[in-house]
């Protein structure tokens, strides 16, 4: 089994700052990429930024380029999403994702959703 444990979401005003973090553990035997998507009521799960292969490569989707960053440390199998600038269209609530293989089951490709975190940005 594999548990997601995130941490950092809150209420900040426009302009403000926050750190979100998520921690993964269980039956890992590498992980392949990680990542945060947000989702607000009615709207679909978005990406938001993703890094792969061990942090070489990031993705951010437009809206977040210039304000968000993500890394990962992999020694302990945590993502970071390091938020500035936030603007009350970021608000909604954060998951984390990673893409892995897992020991478990036979060295399979698999993926895993942390419970998610609300950030709200207040105007």
């Known amino acids: 089994q594999v548990q997601l444990v995130e941490s950092g979401g809150g209420l900040v005003e426009a302009g403000g700052s926050l750190r979100l973090s998520c921690a993964a553990s269980g039956t890992i035997f590498e992980i392949n990429s990680m990542g945060w998507y947000r989702q607000v009521p009615g709207k679909q799960r978005e990406l938001v930024a993703t890094?792969?292969?061990?942090?070489?490569?990031?993705n951010y989707t437009d809206s977040v380029k210039g304000r968000f960053t993500i890394s990962r440390d992999d020694a302990t199998n945590t993502v970071y999403l390091q938020m500035n600038s936030l603007k009350p269209e970021d608000t909604g609530v954060y998951y984390c994702?990673?893409?892995?293989?897992?020991?478990?089951?036979?060295?399979?490709?698999?993926?895993?959703w942390g419970q998610g975190t609300q950030v709200t940005v207040s105007s």
């Open positions: 994702n990673i893409d892995f293989i897992d020991r478990a089951l036979g060295y399979r490709r698999s993926e895993s």
């Open positions: 890094t792969i292969t061990r942090g070489t490569r990031t």
